[in-house]
C-alpha cells in the first residue's frame, strides 16, 4: 500500500466547490515535493516568523488569518518587534500585507473582539489591508491560524506558516515552560504567566500555493464580512476597512523543494451556514478534518499520538472506540490540558463533562490500551496544551488548528496540514520525527548542549532537507522509537513523577513532565444541568441536518 493511500482523494473531500485541489494531478488532492519542518512553541515559530517578514521587499506578499492577534505581542522579545510593527514596516516597504482577522464576541464573554480590533486598526494605520471576518455560523469562529509568504523574485523561498499558534499573548513560550512575558489571563492554576505548549509547521513547496488558496477563498467571498447592522455601523464610525481590495493575481506553485519527500494534504472545516449563505467555495460546508481522520484511523493498527486542547466529543470518540475495538494492538496515547483555561462554571464544567463523555468512552472501549496524560513544568506548574497534533503508526501526522471535538470537524472554520514523508524504511520519517521531537520534551530527553529537540527550526532556505541530522534525536530517544514502547515509557514516567507528588515531593523530582489524567468525576446532577451548555455552546453541530440524521460527515 502507498503510503499517500492515507490521504483523501478529491472525491473524499467532498466538496466540489472549492479550488484548492485544481493545481494537483488527477485524482490527487495534495501536492509532493515538499518539505515541512515542525516548530514546537512560540519562541521558535515566531523567532523564525519575524525574521522571514523581515527579509521580504517590494512586491512581495504576506497573506495571515488569525483568531485573535495582539499588536504589541512581541515577536523576539526585543522592542520594535511587535506584530504590528513588523508586519507595518514590510508593507511600508510595499510588501502587500492582508489579513482575515475573526471579529470575535464580546471580550466580557472571555472573547477578543477589542484585541482583534486593535490589531486590524493598528496595521491599517500602516497602510496593510487587514479585515474583521465574521462569517461565520451562529456562534462560532474563524479558527484558522496561517501566514503565507511569497517572494516575487525568488519563489523558492516561498514559505507557509500552519499550526495552533496565534499572533497574540501567551503563545511566545519554550521548552522551559516559564510562560510568555505578555500573558492572557487564565484560571489561577496556570499562574500569572501561564506555561504554553502548542506547535505550528514550516511549510517550503508547491503545498505553499495550497495554503494561499484556502486564504485567497475566503477573501475572495463576495459575503458582507458582518451580518448585523449595528456591526457595520460601527465599523464605519471606527473608519474600518470592510470591504477586500482585489489581490493580485495568484502565482503559480513554488517549484519542489530539492530532496523534499513530503506530501502534504490541507484538511478544513467550514460549517454549513444555512439561509443561502454558504461559503461559494464550500456549499454546504467542508468536512475534509473529519473526513481525514476517520479515514487515517481506518488504517491506525499500532499508536495513535494526540495532542490537543479540548478531547470533548462523544462523536469524535466514538471513531476511535470502533476502531479500537475492531484492532486489538492499537494504542492510544492523548496528551491534554491538566484543566480547562477558564475559572466560570459556565466555561469549566460543560468542558469537563464533554472531557469526562469522551475519555470514558475510549478507557470502556480498550482499557489499559488507552493513556491520558498532562503537563507540568519543573516548578510543578501544568502547562496549558493548545498543541493540535495526531501521529498514527508513523505513517500520517496532522498539526493544525482543528480540535478532536464536534465543534472543529463541523462547526468553526479550520486547517490542518497533513504530512506522508515518501522517505523512511516502513514508516514516515516526518511522522517518526515529530512523534519522537514531542515526547523528547515530555521525557525531559534533552540533546547534547542542554536543548531540546523542539527548541528550535532552522531555516531551511538554500538547504537540503537531507542536511537535517536526525541523529541526536533518535540517540536519545533510541528506547522510544517503537510505538509501543513510547507508550510503556510515558507510562513509567507518569507513574514515577505521580508518585513523587503522592509523597509529599520529597528527594529529588523524577525526570519527566507528564501526570495521568482521568475521566472527570461529576455527579448526575452536574452532568444534567452541563449537558445543554455543552451541546449548543460548547460543542455545537455545523453539520447539515441530513449528516446530522445519519451520523456522518
Given at each position: 500500500?502507498?503510503?499517500?493511500?492515507?490521504?483523501?482523494?478529491?472525491?473524499?473531500?467532498?466538496?466540489?466547490?472549492?479550488?484548492?485541489?485544481?493545481?494537483?494531478?488527477a485524482?490527487?488532492?495534495?501536492?509532493?515535493?515538499?518539505?515541512?519542518?515542525?516548530?514546537?512553541?512560540g519562541?521558535?515559530?515566531?523567532?523564525?516568523?519575524?525574521?522571514?517578514?523581515?527579509?521580504?521587499?517590494?512586491?512581495?506578499?504576506?497573506?495571515?488569518?488569525?483568531?485573535?492577534?495582539d499588536?504589541?505581542?512581541?515577536?523576539?522579545?526585543e522592542p520594535?518587534s511587535?506584530?504590528?510593527?513588523?508586519?507595518?514596516?514590510?508593507?511600508?516597504?510595499?510588501?502587500?500585507?492582508?489579513?482575515?482577522v475573526?471579529?470575535?464576541?464580546?471580550?466580557?464573554?472571555?472573547?477578543?473582539?477589542?484585541?482583534?480590533?486593535?490589531?486590524?486598526?493598528?496595521?491599517?494605520?500602516?497602510?496593510?489591508?487587514?479585515?474583521?471576518?465574521?462569517?461565520?455560523?451562529?456562534?462560532?469562529?474563524?479558527?484558522?491560524?496561517?501566514?503565507v509568504?511569497?517572494?516575487?523574485?525568488?519563489?523558492?523561498r516561498?514559505?507557509?506558516?500552519?499550526?495552533?499558534?496565534d499572533?497574540?499573548?501567551?503563545?511566545r513560550?519554550?521548552a522551559?515552560?516559564?510562560?510568555?512575558?505578555?500573558?492572557?489571563?487564565?484560571?489561577?492554576?496556570?499562574?500569572?504567566?501561564?506555561?504554553?505548549?502548542?506547535?505550528?509547521?514550516?511549510?517550503?513547496?508547491?503545498a505553499?500555493?495550497?495554503?494561499?488558496?484556502?486564504?485567497?477563498?475566503?477573501?475572495?467571498?463576495?459575503?458582507?464580512?458582518?451580518?448585523?447592522?449595528?456591526?457595520?455601523?460601527?465599523?464605519?464610525?471606527?473608519?474600518?476597512?470592510?470591504?477586500?481590495?482585489?489581490?493580485?493575481?495568484?502565482?503559480?506553485?513554488?517549484?519542489?523543494?530539492?530532496?523534499?519527500?513530503?506530501?502534504?494534504?490541507l484538511?478544513?472545516?467550514?460549517?454549513?451556514?444555512?439561509?443561502?449563505?454558504?461559503?461559494?467555495?464550500?456549499?454546504?460546508?467542508?468536512?475534509?478534518?473529519?473526513?481525514?481522520?476517520?479515514?487515517?484511523?481506518?488504517?491506525?493498527?499500532?499508536?495513535?499520538?494526540?495532542?490537543?486542547?479540548?478531547?470533548?466529543?462523544?462523536?469524535?470518540?466514538?471513531?476511535?472506540?470502533?476502531?479500537?475495538?475492531?484492532?486489538?494492538?492499537?494504542?492510544?496515547?492523548?496528551?491534554?490540558?491538566?484543566?480547562?483555561?477558564?475559572?466560570?462554571?459556565?466555561?469549566?464544567?460543560?468542558?469537563?463533562?464533554?472531557?469526562?463523555?469522551?475519555?470514558?468512552?475510549?478507557?470502556?472501549?480498550?482499557?489499559?490500551?488507552?493513556?491520558?496524560?498532562?503537563?507540568?513544568?519543573?516548578?510543578?506548574?501544568?502547562?496549558?496544551?493548545?498543541?493540535?497534533?495526531?501521529?498514527m503508526?508513523?505513517?500520517?501526522?496532522?498539526?493544525?488548528?482543528?480540535?478532536?471535538?464536534?465543534?472543529?470537524?463541523?462547526?468553526?472554520?479550520?486547517?490542518?496540514?497533513?504530512?506522508?514523508?515518501?522517505?523512511?524504511?516502513?514508516?514516515?520519517?516526518?511522522?517518526?520525527?515529530?512523534?519522537?521531537?514531542?515526547?523528547?520534551?515530555?521525557?525531559?530527553?534533552?540533546?547534547?548542549?542542554?536543548?531540546?529537540?523542539?527548541?528550535?527550526?532552522?531555516?531551511?532556505?538554500?538547504?537540503?532537507?537531507?542536511d537535517?541530522?536526525?541523529?541526536?534525536?533518535?540517540?536519545?530517544?533510541?528506547?522510544?522509537?517503537?510505538?509501543?514502547?513510547?507508550?510503556?515509557?510515558?507510562?513509567?514516567?507518569?507513574?514515577?513523577?505521580q508518585?513523587?507528588?503522592?509523597?509529599?515531593?520529597?528527594?529529588?523530582?523524577?525526570?519527566?513532565?507528564?501526570?495521568?489524567?482521568?475521566?472527570?468525576?461529576?455527579?448526575?446532577?452536574?452532568?444534567?444541568?452541563?449537558?445543554?451548555?455543552?451541546?449548543?455552546?460548547?460543542?455545537?453541530?455545523?453539520?447539515?441536518?441530513?449528516?446530522?440524521?445519519?451520523?456522518?460527515?
Open positions: 500500500m502507498a503510503r499517500t493511500d492515507w490521504l483523501l482523494t478529491p472525491d473524499e473531500r467532498a466538496n466540489p466547490a472549492s479550488r484548492l485541489d485544481a493545481s494537483h494531478p485524482g490527487q488532492a495534495w501536492s509532493s515535493g515538499n518539505h515541512v519542518r515542525p516548530l514546537v512553541h519562541e521558535a515559530y515566531f523567532a523564525e516568523l519575524c525574521e522571514r517578514i523581515e527579509a521580504t521587499r517590494d512586491g512581495d506578499l504576506i497573506l495571515f488569518t488569525d483568531w485573535r492577534g499588536p504589541d505581542e512581541l515577536l523576539t522579545g520594535g511587535e506584530v504590528a510593527a513588523v508586519l507595518g514596516a514590510a508593507d511600508e516597504r510595499g510588501v502587500d500585507v492582508r489579513g482575515l475573526w471579529r470575535s464576541h464580546w471580550d466580557r464573554l472571555q472573547f477578543s473582539a477589542e484585541e482583534n480590533r486593535h490589531l486590524g486598526q493598528a496595521l491599517q494605520e500602516h497602510g496593510a489591508e487587514v479585515l474583521l471576518d465574521m462569517r461565520v455560523r451562529t456562534g462560532g469562529s474563524h479558527h484558522q491560524k496561517f501566514v509568504i511569497r517572494h516575487r523574485d525568488d519563489p523558492a516561498d514559505i507557509a506558516y500552519v499550526g495552533g499558534i499572533l497574540c499573548h501567551s503563545r513560550d519554550s522551559r515552560h516559564t510562560g510568555d512575558p505578555q500573558p492572557q489571563a487564565m484560571a489561577e492554576a496556570y499562574g500569572p504567566t501561564p506555561a504554553w505548549h502548542d506547535v505550528q509547521v514550516a511549510i517550503s513547496g508547491p505553499v500555493h495550497d495554503v494561499e488558496t484556502v486564504f485567497r477563498e475566503r477573501w475572495e467571498d463576495p459575503t458582507p464580512l458582518a451580518r448585523h447592522p449595528g456591526r457595520r455601523l460601527a465599523d464605519r464610525l471606527r473608519g474600518l476597512d470592510v470591504i477586500p481590495d482585489p489581490l493580485p493575481p495568484q502565482a503559480g506553485p513554488p517549484p519542489p523543494v530539492p530532496g523534499g519527500t513530503h506530501a502534504v494534504q484538511l478544513r472545516t467550514y460549517p454549513n451556514l444555512r439561509h443561502g449563505r454558504d461559503y461559494p467555495f464550500a456549499r454546504g460546508g467542508e468536512r475534509s478534518v473529519a473526513r481525514g481522520y476517520t479515514k487515517a484511523l481506518e488504517r491506525a493498527e499500532r499508536l495513535v499520538y494526540i495532542e490537543d486542547q479540548y478531547l470533548w466529543s462523544h462523536d469524535v470518540a466514538d471513531h476511535f472506540v470502533e476502531t479500537l475495538r475492531a484492532t486489538p494492538g492499537l494504542h492510544v496515547i492523548a496528551v491534554l490540558p491538566h484543566r480547562p483555561d477558564q475559572e466560570s462554571p459556565l466555561s469549566r464544567v460543560p468542558q469537563l463533562l464533554g472531557r469526562q463523555r469522551a475519555m470514558s468512552r475510549l478507557v470502556e472501549a480498550a482499557g489499559d490500551r488507552v493513556a491520558f496524560y498532562g503537563v507540568e513544568n519543573h516548578d510543578g506548574r501544568p502547562v496549558y496544551v493548545h498543541a493540535k497534533v495526531c501521529v503508526d508513523d505513517q500520517w501526522a496532522s498539526v493544525g488548528s482543528d480540535n478532536f471535538n464536534r465543534r472543529s470537524w463541523t462547526h468553526d472554520s479550520e486547517l490542518s496540514a497533513v504530512v506522508v514523508d515518501e522517505s523512511g524504511e516502513g514508516h514516515s520519517a516526518y511522522a517518526r520525527r515529530l512523534r519522537l521531537t514531542l515526547a523528547a520534551e515530555h521525557l525531559d530527553r534533552e540533546l547534547p548542549g542542554g536543548r531540546f529537540p523542539g527548541d528550535t527550526g532552522p531555516l531551511m532556505a538554500g538547504r537540503s532537507p537531507a537535517l541530522d536526525d541523529g541526536p534525536l533518535h540517540e536519545v530517544m533510541a528506547d522510544c522509537r517503537e510505538p509501543e514502547a513510547m507508550f510503556a515509557a510515558f507510562a513509567e514516567s507518569a507513574r514515577a513523577l508518585a513523587w507528588h503522592d509523597g509529599g515531593r520529597v528527594g529529588p523530582r523524577p525526570p519527566g513532565r507528564l501526570r495521568p489524567l482521568d475521566p472527570p468525576d461529576l455527579g448526575l446532577v452536574t452532568r444534567a444541568a452541563a449537558l445543554l451548555p455543552y451541546r449548543t455552546v460548547h460543542d455545537p453541530d455545523g453539520r447539515p441536518k441530513p449528516l446530522r440524521r445519519k451520523g456522518r460527515y
